[in-house]
C-alpha cells in the first residue's frame, strides 16, 4: 500500500488520515488493552470487522508506521503485531475517546475501574498500559 495522502498541512486532518476510520483505533485498543496481536485475534473482537477490511487496516496502519508486523520464527506464515512508539503514542487519544464515550453513551461496558483512572490520573494509566504491553499483561484482557 501506498503512502497515505494528507488533505491539508493541518494536525487534526493528518491524524484522521491515519486513524479516522473507524476501525483502525479499535486495532490500535485490541493490541495496547486486550493483547490481541494476530489476524486471528482481531476477527475475534466484538465489533465483527470485515475480513477485506482488517487487512486493508492492518498494512495502513504499518505502512503509517502504527504497529509493526512480525513472522512467528516456528512458522512463517503466522504475523504478530505490535505497536510502535507511534502507536503507543495513541493512548492519549484512546483514553480521551473512553472518557468522552462514557460519559455521553450510557450503555457503555467500559469497565468503571478504567474510566475512573482515565479520569484521574491518565498518566498513571498510560504508564500501566505500556508496561502491559511490555509484559504481556494487559488491563483487559478478555479470553
Known sequence: MKETKHRSACAIAFGL???GDKWSLIIVRDIAL???VSYGDFLKSEEKIAT????????????NGIISKKNDSSDKRKEY???TKKGIDLLPVLLEMLIWGAKYFSKN?????????????KKILIRQ??????SGKYLLKRD
Open 17 to 19: 488520515d491515519i486513524v
Open 34 to 36: 486486550r493483547g490481541k
Open 52 to 63: 477485506n477490511i482488517l487487512a486493508s487496516r492492518l498494512v495502513s496502519l504499518e505502512t
Open 81 to 83: 503485531y505490535s505497536l
Open 109 to 121: 461496558e467500559s469497565p468503571k475501574w478504567f474510566v475512573n483512572q482515565a479520569k484521574k490520573d
Open 129 to 134: 498500559i505500556k508496561s502491559g504491553v511490555k
